[in-house]
């Protein structure tokens, strides 16, 4: 399975961003879709994930900010990203586990920065 995510770029604190993670394969409805984080100087952490059962998970720093949603029609997953902070500022990463594997799509930057 291959990941391509998109969607990073420069913000100023308060806006908003949506990331978006497109996933090859044909059963991308039974994928375990994650969004983690890795700021400069940090260990990568998971900020949100959605199950195949459409449950989903936030890390605190992000709970009523951050959306994660998925549209299996089109094998993508997004993250919804709002009142964004310089402490958001951290390279993305989707992270799919399916049968048979798990994979990372390489980062995108988001940088939030007046």
């Known amino acids: 399975v291959q990941l391509q995510a998109s969607g990073g770029g420069l913000v100023q604190p308060g806006g908003s961003l949506r990331l978006s993670c497109a996933a090859s394969?044909?059963?991308?409805?039974?994928?375990?879709m994650a969004w983690y984080r890795q700021a400069p100087g940090k260990q990568r952490e998971l900020v949100a994930h959605?199950?195949?059962?459409?449950?989903?998970y936030y890390v605190d720093s992000v709970k009523g900010r951050f959306t994660i949603s998925r549209d299996n029609a089109k094998n993508t997953v997004y993250l919804q990203m709002y009142s964004l902070k310089p402490e958001d500022t951290a390279v993305y990463y989707c992270?799919?586990?399916?049968?048979?594997?798990?994979?990372w799509g390489k980062g995108t930057q988001v940088t939030v920065s007046s």
């Open positions: 959605s199950t195949s059962g459409g449950s989903t």
């Open positions: 394969g044909s059963i991308f409805r039974t994928y375990f």
């Open positions: 992270y799919a586990t399916y049968a048979g594997g798990h994979n």
